[in-house]
């Protein structure tokens, strides 16, 4: 497997959780959560990518039950036509079908309070499309 950082987005509506994992892609941990809303949400991610120069860039692709698009597939892709803009790096969509609502579980069973876990959340959905997305990566070496 190369080596170097991988980065993955949960993106939502309100807020984008960051994963990232470690030069040897062994350990994908929480990073930051974003706001959507965020005027600086531009030279928010810029700074990520300057920061930690990912190889790879996971975005985890809303799609219904039944595996068709909806609203917020169209708007992942906006954002994935937008992070292609301010990096090099390859990005991929990996399926993120119960992603937040296996974190939400996750952080619930940790005893994390539910005003707490609000951005966690994210994060947390964030890591299972990164980790989602190395084991693809193993898988195909």
Not at 77 to 99: H, K, M, V
Request: neutral net charge; aromatic residues 4%.
């Amino acid at each position: 497997m190369q080596r170097g950082r991988r980065i993955a987005f949960d993106y939502g509506d309100v807020r984008i959780g960051v994963a990232i994992c470690d030069a040897d892609a062994i350990v994908a941990s929480p990073l930051i959560t974003l706001r959507n809303s965020d005027k600086k949400l531009v030279s928010h991610l810029i700074q990520i990518f300057d920061e930690y120069q990912p190889i790879r860039i996971y975005v985890g692709k809303p799609s219904n039950m039944d595996g068709s698009m909806g609203d917020a597939a169209a708007k992942c892709q906006r954002f994935c036509q937008l992070l292609e803009t301010l990096t090099g790096a390859p990005i991929i969509s990996i399926d993120e079908r119960l992603t937040t609502v296996s974190a939400a579980k996750n952080l619930r069973e940790a005893g994390l309070p539910a005003k707490a876990a609000k951005s966690r959340i994210d994060e947390a959905a964030a890591v299972a499309i990164l980790e989602f997305g190395l084991a693809i990566e193993k898988h195909r070496e």
